[in-house]
Nanobody, 126 residues
Framework: QVQLVESGGGLVQAGGSLRLSCAAS????????MGWFRQAPGKEREFVAA????????YYADSVKGRFTISRDNAKNTVYLQMNSLKPEDAAVYSC???????????????????WGQGTQVTVSS
């Protein structure tokens, strides 16, 4: 069982930055691929980024590539999402998730993640 708690959301102006954190419970954090997803009102939850077990591989949605960076610190059981050059369309509830699936193609699909945090709200003003 893994429990995930996000933090770092808030209100930011367009062009600004935020850093989200997701703290995980348990001793087996490094056994999980970690992902970030987001859901805006009236829209489906969508993939944002994923990072492999020791951070060697990262994957991004095209919409955030070059602006967002996912990273992890296994010693702290934490995964991060650095968001730069934020746009109004980035506004959403951001959730982190954990999966033990070992196929990279599966990491972009929300249904392949076993554990989820409660989410943190990101609001971007224009």
């Amino acid at each position: 069982q893994v429990q995930l708690v996000e933090s770092g959301g808030g209100l930011v102006q367009a062009g600004g930055s935020l850093r989200l954190s997701c703290a995980a419970s348990g001793r087996s954090f490094s056994r999980y691929v970690m992902g970030w997803f987001r859901q805006a009102p009236g829209k489906e939850r969508e993939f944002v980024a994923a990072i492999s077990w020791f951070g060697g591989n990262t994957y991004y949605a095209d919409s955030v590539k070059g602006r967002f960076t996912i990273s992890r610190d296994n010693a702290k059981n934490t995964v991060y999402l650095q968001m730069n050059s934020l746009k109004p369309e980035d506004a959403a509830v951001y959730s982190c998730a954990a999966t033990r699936r070992d196929t990279a193609l599966s990491w972009r699909k929300r249904n392949n993640y076993e554990y989820w945090g409660q989410g943190t709200q990101v609001t971007v003003s224009s």
